[in-house]
């Protein structure tokens, strides 16, 4: 069963295609991340499959409603952290949740015992009466990802949910989503740029840059895209020993520059035991290793001939349109 399916999705603004035809499922209780540089098209993308903008064409179906036929019926099932901060910050944390619960149709003991416990989950109760204007970037994060699970949503979006925020509160955002997974088997949409998010979080990752799906998989299978786990050595005696370093499981061997030996390997962690083995059987002397495994910013490399990182500090087309509308 998938928990959301799209077809076909094209989103364009005026001559700018901001989304180009893209296809993908996310299973029910899975965590699937969106990767991609600023303006690649994801928070479009999550504008379109939450209600907030009618895709151009292409189908979206959300917790088994038509985003465009059934748009109420979508929002009862969904949650959503947006990219920029949406909470009023002249009221409390705990006034926040209150009136996001009324909204929803939670009332009384059942919506002040709910607003008790997830302020309990994000470690803000004892903050509860503190106006937002004086929380920091991580503690209003955590108020609105406690916001948007007060009516135990279906599926929650996250959209680029720790950009900006220190490297604690990043991992402190990463555990309150596990265990949103783990606990309550909730399905999780999550959009960003960091490369280390997508694979500490993501059960499955699609890969998008200028509104096109360039690669979909698990962090190891997109990883296998770029090719071989590289392995160094550093011999006692290489020109001599490099000889004698030859297996099945090696796919390329070379003696660099520095005098370091360079070993092709499908996967390191698997060889590295059999090449300490045929290294003792062959009497050659190891004094030293070290491995590089392909990352995602390398797949994003291979496949696009530049960088993630290289335009992060861009802004997305669809923020500036939006901003834009909100201002009218």
């Known amino acids: ?55 151009t064409s292409g ?55 709910k607003i008790e416990e997830l302020l309990k989950f994000v470690e803000l109760w004892r903050f509860k009466d503190r106006p937002v204007k ?11 990802i406690a916001r948007a699970l007060i009516h135990e949503p279906e599926i929650l979006f996250l959209d680029e949910p720790t950009i900006g925020l220190d490297p604690q509160t990043r991992a402190h955002i990463w555990e309150y989503i596990r265990t949103m997974k783990e606990e309550h088997e909730m399905t999780i949409f999550l959009t960003t740029h960091y490369m280390d998010e997508a694979e500490q979080l993501a059960d499955r990752i699609a890969i998008i840059d200028h509104g096109k799906i360039i690669a979909e998989g698990t962090s190891e299978e997109l990883k296998k895209l770029v090719g071989n786990d590289i392995i160094y050595l550093k011999l006692e005696s290489p020109k001599e020993e490099l000889k004698c370093l030859k297996a099945d499981f090696i796919r390329g ?16 962690t698997e060889a590295l035991p059999k090449l300490f083995e045929l290294a003792q059987k062959n009497n050659v002397k190891i004094l030293e290793v070290t491995y590089h495994r392909p990352t995602l910013n390398d797949v994003f490399l291979h496949l696009t001939g530049r960088e993630i990182r290289d335009e992060e500090g861009g802004e997305s087309f669809a923020r500036v349109v939006m901003r834009a509308r909100m201002r009218r």
Do not use: W
Not at 31 to 39: M, Y
Not at 134 to 144: D, V
Not at 253 to 268: F, S, T
């Open 1 to 55: 069963m998938y928990a959301i399916e799209v077809e076909n999705l094209v989103k364009k603004y005026g001559d700018f295609t901001a989304v180009k035809g893209i296809s993908f499922k996310v299973k029910k209780g899975e965590i699937f991340a969106f990767l991609g540089p600023n303006g690649a098209g994801k928070t479009t993308t999550v504008h379109v499959l939450t209600t907030l903008l009618k895709p």
């Open 59 to 113: 189908k979206a179906i959300v917790a088994g409603h038509d985003v465009v036929k059934e748009p109420q019926e979508v929002r009862k099932k969904i949650g959503i952290v947006f990219q920029d901060p949406s909470l009023d910050r002249e009221l409390t944390a705990y006034e926040n949740m209150y009136i996001h619960g009324m909204i929803y149709g939670l009332k009384g003991r059942e919506l002040k015992e």
């Open 134 to 144: 004086y929380f920091s970037g991580g503690m209003q994060r955590r108020l609105e």
């Open 253 to 268: 061997c070379k003696l660099l520059p520095d005098g370091r030996v360079r070993i092709d390997v499908e996967n390191a």
